[in-house]
């Protein structure tokens, strides 16, 4: 394919997430849950680059703040990644919640006369050392609140442990939609999408562009989860797959989520047929992917869709997508509000660098947890923190959220964005296309039906 007909491709595809988005905002939307659709997640490797022990505790930025406060503190786990595949977006969320707090709390760093003290656990991307960490931080250092965690499989880990010790886990960036789906409990919170509110706004648009489809995935619980969603999805409105046609298969080609030769992957999409490419991935590997997709000529025999990532690796591994539209989870040069501005100021005052990715929803974390500790009255207990929790709106980067009380997801403003170049030295890789309300772009809820909480 030339490059003006590359071109006219991406450009069928804008015009069709355009108007999804609009059978979206007017209820036209799937009914299917559907989940990420590409690397705009921080999501998901069950296993390390290398081993990781438990670690002694390390305050945070925010916590090595002198207190104003004099009452017992608040401990707070921070779940990161530090040496994980995903250790990209650690610093993101720990920067976010770092400033999230200072904003919060007007720079004291307490709630009601208690300091906020923040411990941190590098779960390496592996769900084991997020289990045993989760539980470190709640035995040993004393957590009565957990936040983070980057990794899919490593969030629904942490979920359980908060729930069987029974206190509040607000997971972000994370997006597998089971924690707020499946798997619900009470007790986990989202601060950041579910990747169904990225795949509401890609889904059917894809049928725009061609009718068989298939599907590249990492094969750990985001990417078996993202790719049966996106199964059901296109299959119900009429598309099909032309590999691994099933439940089980959800035509989808599975890689190791540590896989960095994609050749052979990359001949079975060419040699499927199929007309339209969904990616679902994250981490180190989606750059040397599309790499190799582009030597090998996936984007030549099919379109391929998927979302914007950080700042880095658009720099890095987006070139030759410019021009192309996506959904983008949050990038900064895209809103201009109050809470945005200060959080940009302070960014680069504090990093030398704007904010990324997933700052925001580390910044949605804090602004969550002191608005509930703020309704407690200080106390971080499970029954009152979710009774405030439930139904919370506030302010945040993206403009007003909304935490659902049924099932804890967190509505918000999406955006559909062009990409423009990816030299930028301040990253201004974007366009606004779209930007949609949250209850443009609300997913269904996903609450097992015993559970009874779905209106």
């Not at 201009?336 to 974390?365: C, I, M, R």
Request: proline share 6%.
């Amino acid at each position: 394919m030339n490059g003006p007909a590359r071109r006219a491709r991406w450009a069928l595809l804008t015009l069709a997430l355009a108007v999804m988005l609009t059978l979206a905002a007017c209820g036209g939307a799937p009914a299917a849950a559907p989940t990420e659709p590409a690397a705009t997640e921080a999501a998901e490797a069950t296993e390390a680059a290398a081993p990781v022990g438990t670690e002694a505790p390390v305050a945070t930025e925010a916590a090595t703040e002198a207190p104003t406060a004099s009452g017992d503190p608040i401990v707070v786990g921070m779940m990161t990644d530090a040496s994980g595949l995903l250790a990209v977006y650690g610093p993101m969320l720990e920067r976010g919640f770092t400033l999230g707090l200072d904003y919060a709390t007007g720079g004291t760093n307490a709630v009601a006369g208690h300091p906020i003290q923040v411990v941190t656990k590098d779960t390496a991307s592996t769900p084991e050392t997020g289990v045993s960490l989760a539980r470190e931080a709640i035995e040993k250092d004393g957590a009565t609140i957990l936040v983070g965690v980057p990794s899919s499989p490593v969030a629904l880990a942490i979920s359980g442990v908060a729930a069987e010790n029974k206190i509040v886990y607000i997971s972000t960036p994370a997006a597998s939609p089971a924690l707020t789906g499946a798997n619900f409990n009470e007790y986990t919170f989202r601060a950041g999408r579910t990747s169904a509110q990225d795949a509401l706004t890609m889904g059917s648009a894809l049928l725009k562009t061609g009718t068989k489809f298939v599907q590249i995935a990492q094969d750990n619980a985001f990417g078996q989860g993202s790719a049966a969603a996106f199964y059901a999805t296109v299959k119900g409105l009429g598309g099909t797959f032309v590999t691994n046609d099933d439940d089980k298969g959800a035509g989808t080609v599975f890689a190791p989520a540590d896989t960095t030769d994609f050749t052979p992957y990359i001949n079975q999409l060419l040699d499927s047929g199929a007309e339209v490419l969904i990616v679902t991935w994250s981490g180190t590997g989606f750059v040397p992917m599309f790499q190799q997709m582009q030597q090998l000529g996936v984007f030549d025999a099919m379109t391929v869709a998927t979302g914007f990532g950080d700042n880095q690796t658009m720099a890095k591994g987006y070139a030759d997508a410019i021009g192309s539209v996506g959904v983008s989870v949050y990038h900064y040069s895209l809103f201009d509000n109050e809470v945005n501005n200060w959080l940009v100021e302070q960014h680069k005052a504090k990093y030398n660098t704007p904010p990324d990715l997933f700052t925001e929803s580390g910044f949605n974390a804090a602004v969550m947890l002191v608005r509930a500790l703020e309704a407690t009255g200080g106390d971080p207990t499970a029954d009152g923190m979710i009774k405030a929790l439930e139904g919370m709106t506030f302010d945040g980067p993206k403009g007003s959220y909304t935490v659902r009380a049924e099932d804890h997801v967190l509505l918000q403003p999406m955006t559909l964005v062009k990409l423009k170049n990816t030299t930028d030295p301040d990253f201004k890789f974007f366009d606004l296309v779209s930007a949609f309300t949250p209850e443009e772009t609300a997913p269904p809820c996903a609450v097992p039906a015993e559970l009874a909480r779905c209106k």
